[in-house]
C-alpha cells in the first residue's frame, strides 16, 4: 500500500526537481550568452563593466579571478575587443589595458606580460603623456574614439571600465 504512494511522491519530486534545475539551467545559460565574456583566439576575456575602477584595482581585480588585464597584442585582438563591447551594450565606455610606461617613460609596456609594444594602435596624437591640466598620463585606455578601436594615455587614477585575459599558462 506504501509503495505506490511512495512511487507517486518520487516521481514528483523528480519532476519538480527536474524543472529546477532546467529553470536554473535556462538562467545560466542566458547569462552566459549576454555575458562579459568572450572566448576568442584561444583566450577568454572578461569585460569589467560592474563598476569602474583605477588601473589599479583593475589589475587587482582581473588578479582575484585567476585573470590579468589584457593586452592587445595584434589588430584581430584589438578589433573583436571593440567589436564585442558593442555587442554587450558599452561600445561608448573606456577600458583599462595592461599598456603602461610607468617603469620607463620612454617605453610602451603590456604589464600583464611583460612584453613592449609592437603593434599600435594609438589615437591620431595619442600618446600625449600629459593632460590638458598638465597631470601625467601612465596607463593606456581603448576606447571608441568615433573610429576605431584606439588608444590613449591617461591618469592611472582615472576610473574606467577594464577588459580582463585568461592566463597563458596552465
Ligand atoms: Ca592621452
Redesign the pocket.
Known amino acids: 500500500m506504501g509503495d505506490p504512494v511512495y512511487y507517486v511522491v518520487s516521481s514528483l519530486n523528480s519532476v519538480l526537481s527536474g524543472a529546477n534545475n532546467d529553470t536554473v539551467n535556462s538562467r545560466l545559460s542566458k547569462r552566459s550568452s549576454s555575458s562579459n565574456y568572450l572566448n576568442f583566439a584561444g583566450k577568454t576575456y572578461y569585460f569589467g563593466t560592474v563598476f569602474r575602477s583605477n588601473f589599479y584595482r583593475a589589475i587587482q581585480y582581473c588578479r582575484q579571478q585567476g585573470m590579468q588585464l589584457v593586452s592587445i597584442p595584434t589588430q584581430a585582438i584589438n578589433d573583436r575587443l571593440g567589436k564585442y563591447i558593442g555587442e554587450i551594450g558599452v561600445g561608448n565606455g573606456h577600458f583599462w589595458t595592461s599598456g603602461t610606461n610607468l617603469a620607463d617613460v620612454n617605453q610602451w609596456i603590456w604589464l600583464s606580460t611583460g612584453e613592449n609594444f609592437v603593434y599600435t594602435n594609438w589615437h591620431p596624437g595619442?600618446?600625449?603623456?600629459?593632460?590638458s591640466d598638465n597631470v601625467t598620463?601612465n596607463c593606456v585606455e581603448a576606447r571608441h574614439f568615433g573610429k576605431g578601436f584606439t588608444w590613449?594615455?591617461?591618469n592611472c587614477f582615472w576610473e574606467a571600465y577594464f577588459i580582463c585575459e585568461s592566463t597563458s599558462s596552465c
Do not use: G, H
Open positions: 595619442e600618446p600625449s603623456y600629459k593632460n598620463e590613449n594615455d591617461l
